[in-house]
């Protein structure tokens, strides 16, 4: 279990092993283990900037060549890297010991006794996408699931009427910046440029949500985004145009944000630069975060749904989650509204062998027993202990 650097992109000062007193989860939520330069490489932007003069097939072929060398990075593990739960559970294990006591109380992750929660989101990257937006909603109805749909405000045409057929299936509208250039967090001359444009467009459009183009992110300037949720952070993946993640498969604050990590590999790179058309990489790492309780959190763009396969492979997907026991499945705004309240309670153990939950009343919230079973692993045991 313990490590004593992150790889080539380490700094000597981040302690890598989860029983270290050093150790501070910080550190990979906000990404501290990686070397940030002040915007992105030389050679990354010039690809950005060079991008719409590039042909698609070639742009592809660029991108699968690098994902050769992105795979050889040594952490974040992909497509499990349990640094976090390790942490977690030796917290819980520490608290063991000082109760002395067989199990210690713990507010639930999850309302309601759920054992995990999804959510699934999809950017819309062009016309192609939108037009596949009814396709993709009729799956989605069919097996219980509500998504979130994160538009770019200005980098292509959203017809009239385009946010109404989301919302009145039950889903959100979210924003995918302004243009999907890969310019909003080159420096921060341009992050502020573009600041005053996403707070208009969050407000006219009655969104919360926002995911960034490319998932280009710098956790210093987020929360200044003005955003309930935030979505640009893998919990691990090499093969975006910035690797690294923020190795949590819960989420988290910055600031007054929440940010919702996606946990599983997003469909673009599964498809289009690994070449798996299958769904055993989402079942494989979703079994792992359903068995840590933490979030499974999808991204899928319409844009490359557009074959009868695909959307086929999506559905089963779909399937598959949709009969997943203990699934609290839920738009992602309120997720982000949970988590805030979630934040803000603890438990403590009361006479009797009972518990009880401390702080601002929050719809839903129970107690889970933690326990270490008989192979030292921790162990959650869910209770339906509503709070009144």
Same mark, same amino acid.
């Given at each position: 279990?313990?490590?004593?650097?992150?790889? %080539?992109?380490?700094?000597?000062?981040?302690?890598?092993?989860?029983?270290?007193?050093?150790?501070?989860?910080?550190?990979?939520?906000?990404? !501290?283990?990686?070397?940030?330069?002040?915007?992105?490489?030389?050679?990354? #932007?010039?690809?950005?900037?060079?991008? &719409? =003069?590039? $042909?698609? $097939?070639?742009?592809? #072929?660029? !991108?699968?060549?690098?994902?050769?060398?992105? #795979?050889?990075?040594?952490?974040?593990?992909?497509?499990?890297?349990?640094?976090?739960?390790?942490?977690?559970?030796?917290?819980?294990?520490?608290?063991?010991?000082?109760?002395g006591a067989q199990s210690v109380p713990i507010v639930n992750f999850w309302p309601h006794g759920k054992r995990f929660c999804s959510i699934i989101t999809h950017d819309v990257e062009g016309p192609d996408g939108i037009r596949n937006i009814p396709r993709v909603l009729e799956v989605e109805r069919r097996h219980g699931i509500v998504s979130a749909w994160n538009f770019c405000a200005e980098h292509y045409e959203i017809p009239?009427?385009?946010?109404?057929?989301?919302?009145?299936?039950?889903?959100?509208?979210?924003?995918?910046?302004?243009?999907?250039?890969?310019?909003?967090?080159?420096?921060?001359?341009?992050?502020?440029?573009?600041?005053?444009?996403?707070?208009?467009? =969050?407000?006219? *459009?009655?969104?919360?949500?926002?995911?960034?183009?490319?998932?280009?992110?710098?956790? /210093?300037?987020?929360?200044?985004?003005?955003?309930?949720?935030?979505?640009?952070?893998?919990?691990?993946?090499?093969?975006?145009?910035?690797?690294?993640?923020?190795?949590?498969?819960? &989420?988290?604050?910055?600031?007054?944000?929440?940010?919702?990590?996606?946990?599983?590999?997003? /469909?673009?790179?599964? !498809?289009?630069?690994?070449?798996?058309?299958?769904? %055993?990489?989402?079942?494989?790492?979703?079994?792992?975060?359903?068995?840590?309780?933490?979030?499974?959190?999808?991204?899928?763009?319409?844009?490359?749904?557009?074959?009868? /396969?695909?959307?086929?492979?999506?559905?089963?997907?779909?399937?598959?989650?949709?009969?997943?026991?203990?699934?609290?499945?839920?738009? $992602?705004?309120?997720?982000?509204? *949970? *988590?805030?309240?979630?934040?803000?309670?603890?438990?403590? &153990?009361?006479?009797?062998?009972?518990?009880?939950?401390?702080?601002? $009343?929050?719809?839903?919230?129970?107690?889970?027993?933690?326990?270490?079973?008989?192979?030292?692993?921790?162990?959650?045991?869910?209770?339906?202990?509503?709070?009144?």
């Open positions: 279990m313990a490590r004593t650097n992150a790889g %080539s992109n380490a700094g000597p000062s981040i302690p890598m092993d989860p029983r270290s007193e050093g150790f501070d989860p910080r550190d990979f939520l906000l990404e !501290r283990y990686a070397h940030r330069e002040a915007g992105p490489s030389r050679l990354l #932007a010039a690809y950005y900037t060079l991008k &719409p =003069l590039i $042909p698609r $097939p070639l742009q592809l #072929a660029i !991108r699968r060549g690098y994902a050769k060398r992105q #795979a050889q990075r040594a952490f974040p593990r992909w497509p499990v890297e349990p640094i976090l739960v390790e942490y977690q559970h030796e917290q819980l294990r520490r608290r063991l010991r000082e109760s009239p009427g385009t946010f109404d057929i989301v919302r009145e299936a039950g889903c959100e509208v979210g924003l995918h910046g302004i243009k999907h250039d890969g310019k909003l967090f080159r420096d921060r001359r341009c992050f502020e440029a573009e600041l005053p444009k996403i707070h208009r467009y =969050l407000n006219r *459009w009655g969104a919360v949500g926002f995911r960034s183009p490319a998932t280009h992110r710098n956790p /210093d300037w987020m929360p200044e985004l003005g955003c309930v949720y935030d979505g640009s952070f893998p919990d691990t993946d090499p093969f975006e145009p910035q690797a690294g993640g923020c190795c949590s498969i819960f &989420p988290y604050t910055i600031g007054h944000m929440v940010e919702l990590p996606m946990t599983l590999v997003q /469909d673009h790179t599964l !498809r289009e630069i690994l070449g798996d058309e299958s769904i %055993s990489c989402w079942t494989h790492k979703g079994d792992w975060v359903i068995r840590n309780h933490g979030l499974v959190h999808l991204l899928v763009h319409p844009d490359y749904l557009l074959s009868d /396969d695909r959307l086929e492979t999506y559905s089963s997907f779909l399937e598959w989650l949709a009969g997943q026991d203990g699934n609290w499945h839920a738009l $992602p705004k309120d997720v982000a509204h *949970w *988590w805030k309240g979630f934040a803000g309670l603890r438990c403590q &153990p009361t006479s009797g062998g009972d518990a009880e939950l401390l702080g601002e $009343p929050t719809d839903g919230a129970t107690v889970a027993w933690v326990r270490e079973d008989e192979q030292g692993n921790i162990a959650f045991d869910l209770t339906r202990r509503v709070k009144g």
